[in-house]
């Protein structure tokens, strides 16, 4: 079959995306590539296809067991036969699956890199016909990336002993240094580069000061995902718990998932988050790369994550359907210390936390700016767009003002005081609230003591945040205080005119959104109920076979056949989302629902 009879056929669309069509035509004449596209791109289908279509089988590299399964579980599903092997397996299952690849019963396998470099597994593979190499999470291969992992440096070996054989790697996360470290790396020299862009337009971005984290987060959920499955990520493990359980305590379904748990419940609690809705998953960064839950409808982030990369590639694990979803970001000076703190005391070289210490101040600059989140999030990739209308900057655009007198206040506090305190002091000392503390250093004395009442603790917080993103201050790992940078220093001087984001208190929106406000667009309330039977016929399917609802059939599917209620077989195949063996496996089940539905 052409690869356009199986994406119809096998995967049930009727047409490819973006440069989905070249990178699989120049993978199946034997080119090698590297390719950048975003989360719910369709990056699998660029070395799927060209497994299914080349002679032998597809070698894909992934970093994770929960991945690999996942990804097999729904390949499975759509008759195509993969396997993996990975730590888990027992001796005799790997045999099998060895077996299987000698007598060519299988499509593709996984393999994580640490089994792949195994001098064993590389003699088996130059036995055997190999179709291709694909490398996903291809950002792990670089220092300059957010997720480095020395094994997949290792992986050059398969440009030079399987020199004839195609390889693609894959991500969605990497700016310009990252991916001409890919390049290098891989040896992919002399293959084909694509990127078609990072721009995730269905995300809805927002970025708030932390005030009272509880409550925003309370009015964020009720207000617009009361019922919906999301992801929190906290910092630290105890935070992960303290939120699971708070949020538990409030009516939700929450579940805590950090690399502290043990591994069963751990396991258990990844396993409900995929197989049930309305889930809330609150997490370490340990959790999510490579998530395929396509109906994961809000990530919130409770502190800052590493980088613009992290960031991206966090929130990129909602909608990944291409249905409307959001992110939210609630920060504070604080998180930006720890993170300081980290990168100090690691065992990076100190090469490698310059560039981690850069990617920070990048990540700051978007949480501060005035414009377009989307346009500062894609200029960090060497992407552009116009202002996107999908983000609070576009939407409620902030106040600017003149802040030139009060950054000289702010900055010439930190120089009076030594560039010893935190913002908390030296708030208390430009309000005037002289304590026992303040007294004993003189602090009381000083030219800058009550000199900034005309702003309150909020404005003045709010100002610290701004001259520290803006580098005229920074953090000192060691103190925790505030210390003036050459640019600060600078900016005295010559007193230059400096704008920034007026502070406003933020209220709740008052206005309760439907749980399924996104399902909005459908023809009617009748479509909508048609569509909540249909997803309770989905659960029912996947629970009697144990697997996650998605594999059975995205949410957008869902919509589609409540929208159009297919009748007959030849209805249902032109459904976005249906191949031949859904139709065989599951195809009377929803035509059932619809037709009783319907009356019929």
């Given at each position: ?464 945040r701004q001259l520290i993103a803006k580098n005229l201050l920074q953090i000192n790992a060691e103190t925790n205080g505030l210390q003036i940078t050459q640019a600060g220093h600078d900016f005295l001087k010559s007193k230059s005119q400096l704008f920034l984001r007026k502070f406003t208190e933020r209220k709740a929106e008052r206005r309760r959104k439907n749980a399924t406000a996104w399902l909005d667009n459908a023809n009617d309330f009748a479509a909508r109920s048609l569509f909540d039977q249909l997803k309770a016929a989905r659960t029912a399917v996947a629970k009697a076979q144990n697997l996650p609802p998605y594999v059975i059939f995205h949410d957008k599917t869902l919509l589609e056949m409540a929208s159009k209620r297919p009748m007959s077989q030849d209805d249902f195949a032109q459904i976005s989302g249906v191949g031949e063996v859904k139709i065989a496996r599951y195809g009377e089940v929803f035509l059932e629902v619809i037709r009783k539905f319907d009356g019929g």
């Open positions: 079959m052409t690869p356009l009879e199986i994406l119809k056929k096998t995967y049930g669309y009727d047409a490819f995306r973006s440069v989905q069509a070249e990178v699989i035509d120049h993978i199946i004449a034997g080119g090698s590539a590297f390719l950048v596209m975003p989360t719910g791109g369709g990056k699998s289908l660029c070395y799927q296809i060209p497994s299914l279509c080349r002679e032998g089988i597809g070698i894909i590299i992934s970093p994770l067991i929960a991945l690999m399964q996942d990804q097999i579980i729904a390949m499975q599903q759509i008759g195509v036969h993969a396997a993996t092997i990975n730590s888990s397996m027992s001796e005799s299952a790997v045999s099998e699956v060895f077996a299987s690849v000698r007598a060519g019963d299988l499509d593709m396998l996984y393999v994580a890199p640490e089994r792949l470099l195994m001098p064993t597994f590389l003699n088996f593979l130059a036995e055997i016909k190999v179709a291709l190499f694909a490398i996903d999470e291809a950002h792990c291969v670089s220092q300059w990336g957010h997720d480095f992992r020395p094994h997949y440096q290792a992986l050059e070996v398969l440009a030079k002993r399987f020199p004839m054989v195609p390889r693609i790697a894959l991500t969605a996360t990497a700016d310009t240094p990252t991916r001409n470290d890919i390049i290098l790396r891989l040896g992919l020299q002399n293959g084909r580069t694509f990127i078609t862009g990072f721009d995730r337009p269905n995300i809805h971005y927002e970025i708030a000061a932390k005030e009272n984290t509880k409550k925003q987060i309370l009015n964020f959920i009720k207000s617009k995902h009361h019922n919906d499955s999301g992801i929190i990520y906290c910092l630290s493990r105890k935070k992960t718990e303290e939120t699971a359980q708070w949020l538990c305590d409030e009516g939700y379904q929450a579940l805590p998932y950090h690399a502290g748990m043990n591994p069963q419940n751990r396991n258990h609690n990844q396993a409900r988050f995929l197989r049930e809705d309305g889930i809330i998953m609150v997490a370490t960064i340990a959790f999510g790369m490579g998530i395929d839950k396509p109906d994961v409808r809000f990530v919130i982030h409770l502190s800052l994550p590493k980088n613009i990369e992290a960031y991206y590639q966090e929130t990129g694990r909602a909608g990944r359907d291409g249905l409307p979803a959001n992110a939210l970001m609630i920060y504070g000076v604080g998180d930006l210390s720890q993170l300081r703190i980290f990168i100090d005391e690691g065992n990076s070289s100190q090469v490698q936390k310059r560039i981690e210490h850069q990617k920070l101040n990048s990540l700051i600059g978007l949480c501060e700016t005035t414009s377009c989140r989307r346009q500062v999030l894609l200029q960090y990739f060497g992407d552009n767009c116009s202002p996107c209308n999908n983000c609070d900057a576009c939407l409620k655009p902030a106040e600017v003002f003149d802040a030139t007198i009060a950054a000289q206040k702010a900055i010439s506090c930190v120089f009076r005081t030594q560039n010893r305190f935190g913002i908390v002091y030296l708030i208390d000392v430009l309000l005037g609230k002289a304590n026992e503390r303040m007294i004993g250093f003189g602090h009381d004395k000083v030219s800058t003591f009550g000199i900034g009442s005309e702003y309150n603790k909020s404005e003045w917080t709010s100002i610290y």
